[in-house]
């Protein structure tokens, strides 16, 4: 069990920022997830935690002392890698049981764990194989069974469901909040991935270029995303973006208006797919042509041109229409979010 502490943090690599003023409180078992696009730095923030990449700035503590001087293998941490970093030369057997044989455990009981870690992850039957020898999403699990053999201060996973496929993924996903849960370990969590982000999280940290967009609770990243950033990033389909000017009470758009208190001046209005309803030509807020209407089974996407925008509209598995038609749209006024045009910060409600 252990807390982490990210002081101010940096990493660049030769005139390049990676990772820019990063602080941040991770709890004990926490189960953090560090959310961005390719490229955010993620990794480099990771292996940082690690002890595989030195700060250029800043400190790193965990249970409180800092540990920027210690190396790796003295910080009791398990990670598994976005590349797997499996050795080749070993069985799957052996790879699992690697992390017990530098610890000097007797060969029964390595045994006996290796085989349980390796059930977890329905690996079982290839035990005598080497990776060479392995498919990725099998290679990814030899990875993630290394990491639960034993019981680490830490777990570090960088995207380590990014190779399997999507049955394989929900079932390991679950698996795994229900295995951090069970050894009650702190866990740092990678992944680009927005719902693998929202399932397993006790908190996300949204990041791009290097910085912190914003950190809640999934509940909060979605009811209350603090810029258009993370409004488009989390979700799926992403949240409706439409800039246009509010003027007396009133949002103007090129495909109508409609009543908005508490703003003026030029806006990004946001709203999800569901908080978007669907009616008659002549009676909604703007005024739109269905492009698409896709039946995803308990429920139809719709995607309809609103002026030079495109909104996305989730509607009931009966809700699908006639590609062409004219209709109108209706936004929930209740589930509403305004963004600075400008700086795209997200912009107290009215009341507020
Ligand atoms: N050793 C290095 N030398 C130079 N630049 C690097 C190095 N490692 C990473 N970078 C750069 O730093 C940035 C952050 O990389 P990082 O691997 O942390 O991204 P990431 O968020 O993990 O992305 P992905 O989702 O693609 O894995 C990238 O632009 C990358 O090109
Ligand atoms: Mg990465």
Redesign the pocket.
């Known amino acids: 069990m252990a807390t982490v502490s990210l002081h101010h943090v940096a990493k660049i ?2 005139a ?1 920022n ?1 990772v820019q003023d990063l602080s941040l409180e991770i709890a004990d078992c926490e189960f953090l997830v560090l959310l ?1 696009p ?7 923030t990771m292996r940082m935690i690690a002890g595989l990449e030195d700060p250029t700035a800043g400190d790193i503590l965990i249970d409180g002392a800092r540990v920027n001087d210690r190396p790796a293998r003295d910080r009791d941490l398990a990670m598994v890698f ?1 590349n797997y970093g499996l050795y080749p030369h070993m069985t799957v057997a052996q790879n699992i049981g690697y992390p017990l044989k530098v610890r000097g455990l007797p060969r029964a009981e390595r045994e006996t764990r290796v085989k349980a870690a390796a059930a977890r992850v329905e690996l079982s039957s290839l035990l005598d194989r080497r990776p060479a020898e392995l498919s990725g999403g099998q290679r990814q699990r030899v990875a993630l069974a290394r990491a639960v053999v034993r019981t680490p201060r830490l777990f570090l996973m960088d995207e380590p469901l990014s190779n399997l496929d999507a049955k394989l993924r929900t079932s390991m996903r679950a698996q795994l909040k229900h295995l951090q849960r069970d050894l009650a370990t702190t866990t740092i969590y ?1 992944t ?1 991935d927005q719902t693998e982000a929202m399932t397993l999280a006790d908190r996300i940290v949204v990041m791009k270029d290097g910085r912190i967009q914003q950190s809640g609770t999934p509940a909060e990243i979605y009811a209350r995303p603090g810029n258009i950033f993370v409004a488009g990033f989390v979700g799926s389909p992403p949240m409706n973006l439409l800039a246009g000017t509010v003027s007396d009470g009133r949002f103007s758009h090129d495909a109508g208006s409609m009543v908005l208190a508490g703003h003026s001046g030029p806006v990004v209005l946001g709203v999800r797919p569901e908080d978007v309803s669907v009616v008659g030509a002549d009676e909604g807020d703007l005024r739109g042509r269905v492009y698409s209407s896709e039946l995803l089974g308990d429920s139809v996407l719709l995607g309809i041109t609103v002026g030079n925008d495109l909104v996305n509209v989730k509607v009931g598995p009966e809700g699908g229409r006639a590609i062409g038609s004219e209709i109108a749209i209706r936004l929930n006024p209740a589930k509403l979010h305004v963004f600075h045009h400008d700086t795209g910060l997200r912009l107290a409600e009215a009341g507020q």
């Open positions: 690599f030769g390049f990676a961005g390719s490229g955010c730095g993620k990794t480099t976005q990678v680009h």
